[in-house]
């Protein structure tokens, strides 16, 4: 009786865990929207993606780009919302991951017609980084080396030019 | 690639600095070695035939087209040699396809270069060197003919490609700070706004279609923006000869000339019809988006540019095969003659248009009439039979380049108006995309696309010369074996 009583239970707790997960926003990624935009139009979406470049802020409103790989979208969202951004994506950094939950449109009419998401709720998934380039030092070698060669080949042309010139004055 | 490495240098990105050290090595090597076996036609000891100068400017392009993909290489955001090449081409010829991968993440400095070289490729690389080498250059001319430019602003040669270059660098300066002050009062930092500002104006005024980051002019969410754009591409599209007829108090050629006719009736009836039919499937209901989202592109595809303020595949799934039709048009007619614009140009339309109109005017009129027809380009020309045959076979060349390459796409799977978009595309140097192009389509396809936009730019014959010139060696070559 006992044992069964403790399976129940377990059974319970485990349904219930899954009825959490079924509960959570489920994310789309940006190319799916691209590509089904009339399915996808005025609803509630999910996206999860990278800022990227900086904000562009518009009076209390900004907007922020996000890369999920797949593709890049505008969304736009409070701008105290965006300022809690804290790395954007370019050359030397890696953005924030951020989870965007809003209104996905297909000709936005705020917008000028604009393909965008007009964010309810954002959360920062993973915080961004600098990106350490470091130098390779075969390629600062092969570089060395080429320049040398190829300024001693200028050099050499050049004088031959200007001998040959001369020549030619006298 | 100085300019790239530099600012590279200045914004402490060492790597990419590496890359145009060896970039500059490179091409200085070859650059010697070429002068050094070219150094009588240099010194102009050796007479240089029209064919020649064909060949020359064919040539250079495809070696410059290698030597220009190292620092795409090297940079690691290219899969391969091919799409590297891939990408310089486009940059050259105007069109702005990438195959580059993550935009959002490339150096400053490679940006630089990348926009520098459709700016470059804008004014033409042959006027570049004519401009700036000494001065006697042997078969100056010729080579300038070859790289598809035909108008002699100034008697000498040399000055009209100094003439070019003093009028791009006006509308650099004062673009770029329009672009600048723009950028920055839509919420970008001075130094990135200052950045975008003059890429964009490359861009925009190359009517190349490349931009900093992935979504391209949709990155910056702005009517302003795009109003700047669509004044530098129009501007851009313009030929250099009606640019310089207007510094010369000729205003009269803004409303005379036939390119210019051209090109406003033609873009008007596109985009009304498309804005028409757009509004009647419900796609864009309202003026403004309207104007932003199918006005802009119609215009920027039939001046070549290939900014595009729309998703890839928004064009297939939204747009109708009508709307793809009305681009594909607008795309292959393209821009002016002597400009930076690609297409068959609004000049041979008008000619051909002209053509028409002149016969059935003969049909109709009584045989003892002789009619002599005129058009105003910069000038007044009649228009005879030769210059009408000349525009149509240049046409007819556009279209089985064209339908060669709508061909090769159906081939490898793309459905028909997909295929036919991205070959106008590329045939027009515009940089539209429905999505064909990706650095996962077939090798074979990339190498036709490259072709097709080499073949446009270059306007056929200088390449045909130089298949022509290849063909002749190898024949040769077996006669002797």
Known sequence: MCKALKAMIIAALLSALFMI???????????????????????????????IGEVLERGEYAWVNISDGTNAIGVWMKAEDAESIGCFGDYKHIGDT?????????????????????????SIVKTGYSVKNTVSQTKTVYAAALLCLACAMALIYFRSVKKRKDSSNN | MVIPLVTSLAMSEWNPALDFVISIS??????????????????????????????????????LMFLCSIPYLLSGHTGSLLDGCFDVMSGFTTTGL?????????????????????????????????????????????????????????PNVKNTAQSIWKISMIYLLVGTLALWICGMSIGLSPLPAFFHGLFMFES?????????????????????????????????????GLH????????????????????????????????????????????????????????????TTGFGNVYARQF?????????????????????????????????????????????KKILSPERNIRVEKYH???????????????????????????????????????????????ASVSGNVGLSIGVTAASMPAVLKIQYILAMYLGRLEFISVFALFGFVIGGVKKLCVKH
């Open chain 1, 21 to 51: 997960s079924a509960g959570a926003e489920e994310v789309t990624d940006i190319n799916s929207l691209i590509n089904e935009t009339e399915a996808f139009n005025n609803q509630s979406v999910t996206v999860e993606g990278e800022a």
């Open chain 1, 98 to 122: 951020i989870r965007i939950t809003g209104v996905f449109s297909n000709n936005c009419t705020e917008h000028g017609g604009d393909v965008d998401i007009h964010c309810a709720s954002m």
């Open chain 2, 26 to 63: 490179v091409s200085t090597l070859v650059g010697c070695f070429l002068m050094t076996v070219g150094r009588k036609t240099r010194r102009g000891e050796v007479q240089v035939d029209w064919k020649y100068g064909y060949i020359i400017a064919a040539l250079s392009w495809i070696m």
């Open chain 2, 98 to 154: 990438v195959l580059t991968q993550d935009l959002d993440h490339i150096s400053t400095g490679l940006n630089m270069w990348r926009h520098m070289l459709t700016f470059v490729g804008g004014q033409g690389m042959v006027v570049l060197a004519l401009s700036f080498l000494g001065k006697h250059i042997g078969g100056a001319y010729k080579m300038y003919c070859g790289e598809g430019k035909d108008v002699k602003l100034l």
């Open chain 2, 204 to 240: 925009a005024w190359s009517t190349g279609g490349f931009a900093p980051n992935t979504q391209n002019i949709m990155y910056y969410h702005s009517f302003s923006f795009e109003i700047i754009t669509i004044i530098l591409f129009v501007l851009g599209s313009l030929n250099f």
């Open chain 2, 244 to 303: 310089y007829a207007i510094w010369q108090g000729k205003k009269k050629e803004m409303v005379k000339n036939i390119e210019v006719q051209s090109f406003f009736i033609t873009s008007f009836l596109i985009s009304a019809f498309a804005v028409l039919k757009l509004s009647q499937t419900g796609v864009y209901t309202n003026a403004v988006s309207s104007f932003r989202r199918v006005v802009y592109n119609v215009l920027s595809a039939h001046t």
């Open chain 2, 316 to 360: 297939a799934n939204e747009w109708g095969d009508f709307g793809i039709l009305l681009m594909v048009i607008a795309m292959l007619i393209g821009g002016s003659a002597c400009s930076t614009a690609g297409g068959f140009k609004g000049l041979r339309v008008g000619i051909v248009f002209k053509g028409i109109v002149a016969d059935i």
């Open chain 2, 377 to 423: 380009h910069i000038k007044d020309y009649v228009l005879d039979d030769p210059t009408v045959k000349a525009s149509a076979l240049i046409i007819v060349c556009y279209m089985v380049l064209f339908a060669i390459t709508t061909l090769l796409g159906t081939f490898y799977g793309y459905p028909l108006a997909d295929s036919a978009f991205e070959a």
